[in-house]
């Protein structure tokens, strides 16, 4: 399985982006999608997922301000991202979940077994 993250950028506090994740070598829509972000001396953390059947979850900090999205057609799963914050620079990474056919939120990374190469989001002014 191939994750290729991008719309990863710099911008001003409060502004919005958008990143994506293409997926390949794997039947897209049996599995779940995560994004995780490192941020410079810190652990790899959860931000958001997104089941197979579209339940969707967020870690309490981007509530209201994210949103995970998925598209079959494409292959691909989208973070939509508003209101940003410094606090929410860092390295943000898509996930390809371990199980297929999966309901169950899972937001640790052992549960995730393929990895994109991560896009780097800043925010400051």
């Known amino acids: 399985v191939q994750l290729q993250a991008s719309g990863g950028g710099q911008v001003w506090p409060g502004g919005s982006l958008r990143l994506s994740c293409v997926v390949s070598g794997r039947t897209f829509n049996r599995y779940a999608v995560a994004w995780f972000r490192q941020a410079p001396g810190k652990e790899r953390e959860f931000v958001a997922a997104i089941t197979w059947t579209r339940r969707t979850a967020y870690v309490d900090s981007v509530k209201g301000r994210f949103t995970i999205s998925r598209d079959s057609a494409e292959n691909a799963a989208y973070l939509q991202m508003i209101a940003l914050k410094p606090e929410d620079t860092a390295i943000y990474f898509c996930?390809?979940?371990?199980?297929?056919?999966?309901?169950?939120?899972?937001?640790?990374?052992?549960?995730?077994?393929?990895w994109g190469q991560g896009t780097l989001v800043t925010v400051s002014s």
């Open positions: 996930a390809f979940g371990r199980r297929s056919y999966d309901d169950f939120i899972r937001s640790t990374t052992g549960d995730y077994d393929s």
